[in-house]
DNA sequence: GGCGCTGCTATACGCCCTTATAAGAAGAGC
DNA sequence: GCTCTTCTTATAAGGGCGTATAGCAGCGCC
């Protein structure tokens, strides 16, 4: 049997490689969806054989739910540096919350995409499911915060709170899911518009 | 080489067979996600051998397709059902929507899991994607109707019925993911009362 | 500059999947 | 009651996937 000669490689550390195979995951899963999970496309895909994937991972759930993480984590940071750099006011920070929603980082088709495909994942898998609940409580909480200094400041009130947050991150998530199996139906500043309604639709006492 | 008794079988119209090869096609997705996708167990479910499903669909896209549809169709005759049995008044037939989007029928774990399994395809399968804007379309459509009605009845003003009736059907799909993920976070009522909320926005000009 | 640790490659095994094809039987129509 | 259509079964061919394992080699360390 002629043995072939062995690949050059780099070692790097576990850190390292853990981050360059969840970021090879999302592109593959960006590429084809669903079939994109895969030992071996995520392996060719970061330059790598398969079984390096099973050494830092054991399996692959394991490495699909840290890439979950790594995007979860991408996007709150996102959303999170925005809220910072505003101004130092509730409303200016409400805005500036809506506005990053909506910016290319985030709105972005293929993006998206891929955060649907994980979600479609989240209900058969205890370690997708896991992480989700702690992005989303995150989320949530941000969001949570967000309504009850504005409606400190600005002194109106809102019965729920927690509630209204939760409705405020669906409707981003509907909104971003419709837009990204939709395009057309309508535009990120349509979507900024309705957001700032909906915060309107707080000011003026409809969650009371 | 022994040969297997051939199993007897009924023979069905074309359109019956269809029917119970997509049925089959939910539950696998129900009870395993985006791995019950496959010909051998649609079939193993629905109790007939793999070829049938060549037979009828020609590939397996095609039959999750015509799976979608039959779920989709199914969700909007139960809301249409009880839009039409409410009071013909604006506000009652909006109440009715928004109660049906809650009710046990659709508003249910499993039925919704299959839901967010079907989003995960719709990038990457054209056939999919055909009728989730089909089913899209008419879903907003029938949510403007009732925005435009109430806002007339009414009197208030909404500036984009269509932008409205958008967001509306996002926030559905985004409470709908986000209870099918966190079951804990809100209850059905939580959620009606949550539209009823937004309707309330509407009403007090937070879209004028 | 040699040694050892372990990151990494290469390879194999077995499972499940999709699609294609040949043949048999159910039931309609005459 | 026979024939004909076509629905349905059975089976094969070929590919991808996940996991396991043996051993090579990069790189830090003495």
Chains 1, 2 share one sequence.
């Not at 071996?40 to 970061?46: D, N, T």
């Not at 506005?99 to 998206?112: M, R």
């Not at 409606?151 to 509907?174: K, N, T, Y």
């Amino acid at each position: 049997m002629i043995q072939k000669p062995r690949a050059s490689y780099r070692r790097e550390t576990a850190e390292d490689r853990r981050r360059q195979l969840g970021e090879a995951a999302l592109r593959c899963i960006q590429r084809n969806g669903h079939a994109g999970v895969s030992v071996r496309q995520i392996a060719a895909e970061a330059g790598v054989t398969q079984g390096l994937i099973t050494h830092h991972f054991g399996e692959v759930n394991e490495l699909v739910a840290y890439a979950f993480e790594l995007m979860a984590a991408d996007i709150q940071s996102g959303i999170a540096a925005a809220i910072a750099e505003a101004d130092d006011t509730p409303a200016a920070r409400m805005d500036a919350c809506i506005e990053a929603s909506f910016s290319p980082d985030i709105f972005d088709q293929s993006t998206l995409g891929v955060w649907i495909v994980f979600w479609g994942l989240v209900l058969h898998s205890p370690k997708m499911s896991a992480a989700q609940q702690r992005d989303n409580g995150l989320y949530v909480s941000r969001m949570e915060k967000l309504i009850s200094d504005l409606a400190e400041a600005e002194g109106f009130r809102v019965a729920s709170p927690r509630l209204a947050a939760i409705q405020f991150a669906a409707m981003f998530d509907g909104l971003w899911l419709n837009w990204c199996l939709n395009p057309t139906s309508f535009s990120p500043e349509d979507g900024i518009a309705l957001c700032r309604n909906w915060v309107e639709g707080l000011r003026r006492g409809a969650y009371a």
